[in-house]
């Protein structure tokens, strides 16, 4: 990995983190690729149609983050 690489991942995890907190539902979107996977289990606690804690692409990804960014802070 190169320094370059290093500044990049930092970057997005900074922006992550920024968006999380602002609930910035267009900016945490903006930091998915289209073929983007994220596994989680709180994926089954939060989607009640999933089955698995995998979601592949940046259209299953959506309702996922939108049901997290509504979810109130406790």
Request: zero cysteines; aromatic letters at 6%.
């Amino acid at each position: 990995m190169t320094s370059s690489n290093d500044g990049e991942i930092a970057h997005v995890s900074e922006r992550w983190y920024e968006t999380r907190l602002e609930r910035d539902f267009d900016g945490l979107m903006a930091l998915q690729v289209e073929d983007a996977i994220l596994e989680t289990p709180l994926v089954l606690a939060t989607l009640q149609d999933i089955t698995e804690g995998i979601l592949k692409g940046k259209s299953e990804i959506r309702p996922f983050f939108e049901a997290a960014l509504n979810t109130p802070v406790v």
